[in-house]
């Protein structure tokens, strides 16, 4: 169901891009659980934007990714 939304939600917003459903959870995981769950679709918000900004495509998005799920790592170890 989830791969069926992701390309409903595409072709709603006219958007033909190839998204890495797995890195994302992920990256929405760890932020759920280093910091806490609201923080998880507002990470994958800012992933998006981050990504978008350095010229989109799916190494931005693994780039940014790896710096959020770095830093929620890090968060988690602090306040833990």
Known sequence: MLDEWITAL???LGLDLDVDV???LDVARDAAHSVARP???L???VVGYAA?????GPE???QAADRATALAA???QQSG
């Not at 978008?52 to 989109?56: C, R």
């Open 10 to 12: 595409l072709a709603e």
């Open 22 to 24: 797995k890195l994302l």
């Open 39 to 41: 923080a998880a679709p």
């Open 43 to 45: 990470t994958t918000f």
């Open 52 to 56: 978008a900004l350095q010229g989109g």
């Open 60 to 62: 931005a998005v693994r």
């Open 74 to 76: 890090a968060w988690g």
